[in-house]
């Protein structure tokens, strides 16, 4: 028999998913391989009809208070139905530090605890991200990322891709990709950047997707052949972001430095797919984020963070296309046969079975009385 | 109540369009019919069905065996309004979805009486005409016709005008017969018919019995009712928001017609500004004439003060004291007799040519300055701008710009500005901030002279580590080849600018070099051996911009004289490099430095030249390195911070931000030595000693940076205990039980730790009750901890199961969370945070002692307390042994005030609490006024914890030295502790002594009571005075000995912020957790 989920997603105040939601839920238990399993339904608050499941996505919504989720648990406990969380970014150590911006504040830290806490369980993207939830909830399990080949033309990329290798070493595009977020791990690597494009700014420029601030990304590179690419505003929403990637990008090798840190060594490679599957070979920062991952050499490079190294790998990538031809074919062979929805998909059913089944014993010794959730907590 | 179910109430159901009052009532309505079963529901007065429709819906849900009567005439009555066939029409329409179990009866409620047998309605819903004599005749007339388990709803009783009287028959009603109400949505009164009633509805009667249920079940029904009228208000607003926006679009060709007309108006405007502009501009330029000759007369007196400043400062001081306003004119006239003299010997040097157009810019913004300092005060002082402008108008017509100078400079004298500055509001610092991203331009100067590695290492971080605007200036000393070609290749690749010196010419010409190339607002002068971490220059810049005052910011360091930390000196007396542990990288050291600091900024009479960011306004002013002297290299820097601080200038330590210095010396120490002397000796000779030494002394003995010392020195053990907390106690729930309306000692020690453990990821929640909830918010604005509002303490049963442990902190809270847990399925762990030996705040044997005595041993709990000698107390007087969680307080918010204290007046400070007389208020007023008696030239006193019109303060009011500030938040009080140099806390006893604790940690010398838990903080002679508090002249002694002896306060200042922070919050939060949460501390307080 299907199992009714809904996921509420985490969403800003447009009421949009965001694209980890996409990622990580929506696609994945909306994928046909699943559909004998799973009857998806998705919102930004419960459905007026019978579910059995609900599926809690990080903070649910920007503006939630720990009051809003006192009672969304206190109506899921009145409902009897279960819920799981799912997270997908180590929220608890981001901008700890003193002086970093306000997000997540204490109230959503609180707010994510309690969620992970009172969950049936938690499901989580990597094992780092695992073994720093676990303390809250130990029902927790590790689905990875994997990318929905629907959302691919795999023969204009294999088109395209054998044209771009017509042109050689004369003119080539790098590129980035990462929201503004990730300016520290770009400005880790800014040094080897400057040196790479002013020795060839002939021949090499960078296109950079997510950091929106032209001004800043300027102030960054002064002269050197660096551009920012906008995504149309109608293009934002994953999917569609997906299939403009395919149309308007294309690079010849891209990047992917990170900074080590609690929060940072919690994500997944998700870069390493997306880049993957479009063809386009990468370097990599050595992480626990793409060591398992990237094979170096074999299908993409990893590099420590040290500015020679940077520079090298820079200069390999760029002076050798055959070289990036077999890594960007390794890498995009390895994704489409082993991390794509079309063999994956199925382990979000299995973790969800699993969730279910260690607690269904301990479900019927539940207090679910009316009274179990305080109404009244503010912040 | 957990045998209700009321999950029927949250079923949707499809509700009319028009507007009704019932629809608040619909999620009880439809969760009594399911509950009630009704096999005959009659609804008296249906209008458009709200109601009606809505119990059809539950019968049709519930599938229950019903039929349905709606009795109308539908015409309407004199409160509902007459209305026409449409409506009986449309109800019609409806009802055909339910016609298998529902009629219609279009008769008078008096007709339709007699369709029904006697004794066959389970449900009835008298909504008809509502005046009394109705409501009462179609109740009576129904009556009959009711079963021994029917239940009768009456709505509109909480409407008591138009001559509605539902509520007065309610009255009637509810004193004869069982019956519940809620007073939302024009109120409904629920009626119990016989004694047959069903399970549900005896149970909901007998929930209804406690005070807790009916509370619950009122809010639970109001809430809901509240959220489907919201939504029906948001639907309609929504169609409102339709129509506005398509009414809108028909008006908007004739804005457009307006918005042109007024383009053409602003087009007129802009042409009469651009006039008036022009005119202004003029005026500006005539302005600038007489500032150009005030300012001559300002560059002439600093040029004199600076020739002899410490005589002069004497003697202004004590022509001050004696001279009349006549003679002062007289001597300043003279003065400038002097100056003029002095002056043209000095025009005639060569030098002074030269340097002319720099003096004449220098004079212009000093000039500027100090208009922009007095501006302000003189315009209060003259009772506004225009009034002001007014004065200077008569003031040039009458006595010309020499009077006016005469007038600006006798002003400035006069100390109103000082008063102005010394007695500012108590500010409030936030605790949270963000750095922000600086949007000045900034240009980052280092000096290389070989040593390639320590260079590639520095640049490397400036790039890694600075956001834009920003420019790296590098000045090439004569380096080898192999520094030559790196830097080279580095400024080609990286940008930014290279000065080459073929052969070295030493710093201080190297660093002048870079500057008269930059052009930043703010220039940063790094030496090239030095590493920066995430944000240093964002952090700097946001301490340069806190005063526009400050005109140099250093940044704290392993290795930077002064600005070193944990430690200034090592153990042979030389300067301390405070060598990093191999496994803590420069960017954790400068995450500590960031985590410890207060960012208060001090200001120090000297900033190491390691790294040093200097405003552009100031290097205008001041000029650069002095090659002439300094050519060779050291002294250069402490020279430029001598010639900034008299020209006013203030040096700040930016305590937030660490730089490493790794400290290649270019020469050997034999030579360095030589140099160091040298330049010491040249800087002598240049300044003279006593403006040097003043300097050394602000520097030597700040209190900030001693702060960020001590401080730093414990940051290991607070960040092992943090850890320790969130290996251990991460998501655990405790519930603190704080009953408090004002900020106080108490809460502010429990608010701190709280914090923390929420920092470290324990889901900590404050309970406390709605009514204290105003004043709670404003004692503790920026308070981001849970909270739990209860409407009174006996609500605390319906949470306490939810939490995994719950904390008293008062004897009387001990006894709520005890009713609480009685009525609690799961009990989860107690635990009492004794702050002091409450019993003793009564009479002993009264009824309150024995209660806060017996709150000790009320319930098996986990007790815990701050002092040794709180944890005696109450192991003397129950036998109970609390467990010891140390001294603390709020880490993170108390710190010595940026600037230091100066020798003058001493400003006491004390809380006067009459309502307390533990606190010894009398004794306090007692001291204070003899102090303001004996020492009146030398005491200032404030005072806080009482209203200014309390008789207790009226024996201090007619000292001018005297000022009270009232009731303080808990920031004010912050405040007040960086301007007290002496904190006098004349308590009986304090158990911890929370209140010199920040005053300790404030900078403030502090005289408290030997008796109690202070004297395990305080070391009597060694970071303050204790005495016993009952004795007036041992006290009176030892406040004579702090306000005659400064040295004394300041050895005595210093060892307290020393002392203070190890009694960081961490540390108590930690063993407050492991005290709740350990089963070995349970059975050892246990027994």
């Known amino acids: ?379 | 109540m957990s045998e209700l179910d009321f999950s029927a109430a949250l079923e949707k159901i499809d509700i009319a369009p028009q507007p009704s009052a019932w629809i608040g009532h619909i999620p009880f309505g439809t969760w009594i019919v399911e509950v009630v079963k009704p096999r005959v529901l009659v609804e008296l007065g249906t209008h458009f069905g709200h109601s009606y429709f809505s119990f059809c819906q539950a019968v049709e849900r519930a599938r229950l065996d019903a039929k349905c009567y709606a009795v109308d005439l539908w015409q309407g009555d004199e409160h509902a309004g007459l209305y026409g066939e449409e409506v009986f029409s449309d109800v019609q329409s409806r009802n055909v979805q339910f016609e298998s179990f529902s009629r219609l009866l279009r008769m008078t409620f008096d007709d339709a009486v007699n369709y029904f047998s006697d004794g066959s309605i389970d449900l009835l819903h008298i909504d008809g005409l509502h005046t009394y004599e109705a409501v009462k005749h179609d109740f009576e007339s129904w009556k009959p016709k009711l079963t021994q388990r029917s239940v009768v709803l009456f709505h509109d009783i909480n409407v008591r005008e138009r001559g509605f009287g539902v509520w007065r028959l309610w009255e009637e009603l509810s004193g004869a017969y069982p019956t519940i109400e809620f007073m939302h949505s024009h109120g409904l009164g629920v009626l119990f018919y016989g004694p047959d009633q069903c399970p549900a509805t005896v149970s909901l009667l007998r929930s209804f019995g406690t005070e807790a249920g009916r509370s619950y079940i009122t809010r639970l029904f109001g809430g809901l009712g509240r959220s489907i009228e919201i939504d029906r208000k948001i639907v309609d607003l929504s169609k409102a928001l339709s129509e506005r926006v398509e009414a809108a679009a028909g008006t908007e060709e004739e804005l457009r017609h307006q918005v042109a007309a007024r383009d053409e108006r602003i087009g007129e405007l802009q042409a009469q500004h651009a006039e008036v502009a022009a005119r202004l501009k003029v005026k500006e330029a005539q302005l600038n004439v007489c500032e150009t000759r005030v300012s001559d007369m300002y560059g002439r007196l600093n040029h004199l003060e600076t020739l002899d400043e410490l005589r002069r400062a004497e003697q202004i001081k004590r022509e001050r004291e004696r001279a009349s306003s006549q003679l002062q004119l007289a001597q300043a006239l003279e003065r400038e007799a002097a100056l003029d003299a002095s002056l043209r010997e000095v025009w005639a040097s060569t030098s002074w040519k030269v340097t002319r157009p720099v003096r004449w810019a220098g004079a212009r913004l000093a000039n500027a300055r100090a208009v922009k300092r007095l501006f302000g005060p003189a315009s209060k002082a003259t009772g506004g701008r225009l009034r002001l402008m007014q004065t200077v108008g008569k003031v040039l017509a009458q006595e010309g710009i020499s009077g006016l100078k005469r007038r600006i400079v006798a002003f400035d004298q006069s100390g109103y500005v000082a008063h102005m500055q010394t007695e500012p509001a108590l500010e409030q610092r936030q605790t949270h901030y963000t750095v922000n991203r600086h949007s000045a331009t900034v240009d980052v100067i280092v000096c290389v002279h070989n040593a390639l590695s320590d260079v590639k290492n520095c640049l490397s971080s400036v790039v890694a580590h600075t956001l834009p605007p920003y420019r790296i200036i590098v000045v090439d000393d004569g380096s080898d080849e192999d520094t030559k070609n790196y830097l080279a290749e580095f400024v080609q690749e990286q940008g930014g600018v290279l000065v080459r010196h073929d052969i070295a010419k030493g710093y201080t010409l190297a660093a002048n070099a870079g500057m008269r190339v930059s052009n930043g607002e703010f220039v940063v002068l790094l030496n090239s051996d030095t590493v920066v971490s995430d944000q240093w220059l964002d952090r700097m810049v946001e301490c340069a911009a806190s005063d526009p005052r400050i005109g140099m910011v250093g940044p704290l360091s392993n290795t930077a004289s002064w600005q070193s930390v944990p430690r200034i000196f090592d153990e042979d007396g030389d300067w301390s490099s405070n060598p990093l542990p191999p496994e803590l990288t420069i960017s954790a050291m400068a995450r500590r430095v960031a985590m410890a600091s207060r960012r208060s900024y001090p200001r120090v009479g000297f900033l190491n030249g390691f790294c040093l960011l200097i405003r552009r306004e100031q290097l205008t002013d001041v000029g650069l390195f002095d090659e002439e002297t300094f050519g060779k290299g050291y002294g250069e820097e402490n020279d430029l911070c001598i010639r900034a601080f008299l020209k006013g200038w203030q040096l700040a330590v930016a305590d937030d931000v660490y730089v490493f210095h790794a400290q290649s010396k270019s020469y050997s120490t034999e030579r360095r030595m030589k140099l160091v002397k040298a330049a010491d000796e040249n800087l002598h000779r240049k300044h003279t000693s006593a403006p040097i030494m003043s300097q050394l002394e602000i520097t030597r003995y700040n209190l900030g940076l001693t702060a960020a010392r001590s401080r730093m020195q414990v940051m290991d053990e607070r960040l092992r205990i943090r850890e320790q907390i969130r290996q251990r106690f991460e998501g655990k729930q405790i519930l603190i039980v704080l009953p408090i309306f004002h900020a106080g000692g108490g809460a502010n020690v429990i608010l701190s730790e709280a914090s923390v453990l929420q920092e470290c990821g324990v889901d900590v929640v404050i309970a406390n009750i709605e009514v204290a909830r105003a004043s709670f918010e404003t004692s503790y604005p920026n308070c981001r901890l849970a909270k739990l509002w209860l409407s009174d303490w006996n609500q605390l049963s319906e949470h306490a199961h939810l939490y995994d442990a719950i904390v008293a902190t008062l004897y009387l809270s001990v006894f709520w969370i005890k009713a609480a847990l009685e009525k609690c399925p799961h009990k989860p762990v107690v635990g009492y945070y004794i702050q002091d030996f409450e019993p003793d705040f009564f009479e002993e044997g009264s009824e309150s002692y024995r209660q806060a005595l017996a709150s000790y041993s009320e319930v098996p709990m986990k007790l815990m307390t701050k002092t040794r000698w709180n944890q005696r107390m109450v192991v003397e007087k129950t036998g109970k042994t609390p467990a010891l969680v140390g001294p603390s307080f709020d880490w993170s918010r108390f710190s010595p005030p940026a600037t230091q204290r100066s020798p003058g007046k001493v400003v006491v400070c004390a809380m006067v609490r009459p309502s307390t007389p533990r606190r010894g208020p009398q004794m306090t007023v007692n001291i204070l006024r003899r102090l303001l008696t004996e020492r009146a030239d030398a005491v200032q006193v404030r005072t806080f914890g009482c209203v200014s019109t309390d008789p207790i303060l009226d024996s201090l009011k007619s000292f001018p030295g005297y000022r009270n500030y009232g009731e303080l938040s808990s920031a004010e009080v912050e405040a007040l502790m960086r301007r007290a140099d002496v904190f006098l806390d004349l308590s009986v006893y304090q158990a911890m002594g929370l209140s010199c604790l920040e005053a300790m940690a404030s900078g403030a010398t502090v005289i408290g009571p030997v008796n109690g838990g202070l004297s395990e903080i305080v070391i009597h002679e060694e970071s303050g005075l204790l005495v016993d508090t009952r004795d007036e002249e041992q006290i009176m002694r030892a406040c004579l000995r702090l306000v005659d002896d400064f040295d004394l306060r300041r050895r005595l200042g210093t060892a307290g912020v020393e002392r203070t922070s190890i009694y960081f919050p961490d540390r108590s939060a930690s063993a407050l957790a492991q005290t709740i949460f350990s089963d070995e501390t349970a059975s050892e307080v246990c027994q």
């Not at chain 1, 949009?16 to 919102?43: C, E, K, N, W």
């Not at chain 1, 080539?172 to 790479?196: A, K, Q, W």
């Not at chain 1, 269904?360 to 010794?365: C, F, L, Q, R």
Request: proline residues 4%; charged residues 25%.
């Open chain 1, 1 to 379: 028999m299907k199992k009714r989920i809904h996921v509420m997603f985490e969403c800003g105040a447009d009421g949009m998913p965001y694209g980890a939601s996409h990622i990580r839920l929506l696609r994945p238990l909306s994928h046909p391989s699943v559909q004998d399993q799973v009857s998806l339904t998705f919102g930004t608050d419960l459905p007026e009809f019978a579910v059995d499941l609900v599926i809690l996505e990080r903070g649910w919504r920007h503006d939630h208070t720990l009051a809003d989720q006192a009672r969304l648990l206190k109506r899921l406990t009145l409902l009897g139905i279960p819920y799981i969380y799912e997270i997908d970014d180590n929220l608890l150590d981001l901008n700890v530090e003193p002086g970093a911006p306000d997000y997540p504040n204490s109230e959503q830290r609180q707010i994510i605890i309690r969620y992970a806490r009172n969950a049936a369980g938690i499901i989580v993207s990597t094992h780092a991200l695992k073994r720093r939830m676990a303390r809250l909830n130990p029902n927790i399990h590790v689905v990875g990322n994997h990318l929905d080949e629907r959302l691919f033309d795999f023969d204009y990329l294999q088109r395209r891709f054998q044209k771009r290798q017509e042109f050689g070493d004369s003119s080539l595009v790098i590129g980035y990709m990462g929201t503004y977020s990730h300016l520290g791990d770009l400005l880790m690597i800014v040094e080897p950047l400057r040196r790479f494009l002013y020795a060839r700014k002939d021949s090499i420029r960078m296109e950079i997707v997510g950091i929106g601030d032209e001004e800043l990304v300027r102030g960054l590179f002064n002269d050197l052949p660096v551009s920012v690419v906008k995504v149309p505003s109608g293009q934002v929403e994953y999917p569609r972001f997906m299939t403009w990637m395919q149309r308007e990008i294309e690079w010849d090798f891209a990047i992917a430095p990170l900074v080590a840190s609690e929060f940072n060594d919690c994500k997944s490679d998700l870069k390493f797919l997306d880049y993957s599957l479009n063809f386009i070979p990468g370097i990599y920062s050595a992480t626990e984020s793409y060591i398992e991952t990237v094979l170096n050499q074999r299908n993409g490079l990893l590099v420590p963070a040290e500015s020679r190294e940077w520079t090298d790998a820079l200069n390999l990538l760029a002076e050798d296309s055959a070289f990036r031809r077999t890594l960007s074919e390794e890498a995009f062979s390895y994704v489409r046969e082993s991390r794509t929805l079309e063999k994956n998909a199925v382990r979000w059913g299995e973790a969800i079975e699993t969730i279910l089944a260690k607690i269904s014993g301990s479900m019927a010794d539940k207090d679910h009385s009316l009274d179990q959730i305080s109404l009244t907590v503010t912040a």
